[in-house]
Each structure stands twice: as C-alpha cells, then as structure tokens.
C-alpha cells in the first residue's frame, strides 16, 4: 500500500508535505506534486500535512480515482525529487476548490 496524490494539488502545489517525508518519494512536476508508489514506505506523515487533503492512501482511491496511482508512478518516474518545502503558486488558493482538475495538469 502507499499514498498517493490526486488531483486537488493540481495548480495549488502546496509542499508542506515533502519535508515531513522521512523517504524523499515526492516527485515535482510543473503544477503538481506526485507520490512515488514504489518508494512510499505508508507512513502517513505527508497527508495530515496537505491543507487541501490532495494526499490519500490508494486503498481509500474508490474506483473513479483508480487512474490516479497509475499517474502518480508514473510522473513520479519522469519528474524530479522533492524534499524542501517552497512557496505555493500565488494563485494557489483560488484552484483550491476547483473541481475535476486533470484537465489542467501539465505534464
């Protein structure tokens, strides 16, 4: 089992996440951040971190959102390691609540 990203991270980027990671499994891409399954460790320090709940363990993905480990393991393996915090988009809180965002995901 491992946590993943979904797509309310998509144009807000919050990283609070990434420094509480004791295995460096985020990976950054241009509008998202994504969870390497493969390196995840399920500790579940990152998702009480997320102020927007973007990060969920894959056993609570429901079947809609099955394609989301898939796309985290896979950008995971295209994108680089993130493991220092940085400043959200400055428009990060008027995406926060946008719904169905995939379509804004830049890979």
Known sequence: MAFVVNEKCIKCKYTDCVEVCPVDCFHEGPNMLVIDPDE???????????????I???????????????????????????????????????????????QYLEE
Request: hydrophobic residues 35%; charged residues 30%.
């Open 40 to 54: 995840c460790i399920d500790c579940a320090l990152c998702e009480p971190e997320c102020p927007i709940d973007a």
């Open 56 to 102: 969920q363990s894959e056993d609570d993905l429901t079947p809609e959102q099955s394609s989301i480990l898939e796309l985290n393991e896979r950008l995971a393996a295209n994108w680089p390691v993130i493991s220092v915090r940085k400043d959200a988009p400055a428009d990060a809180k008027e995406w926060e609540n946008v719904p169905d965002k995939l």
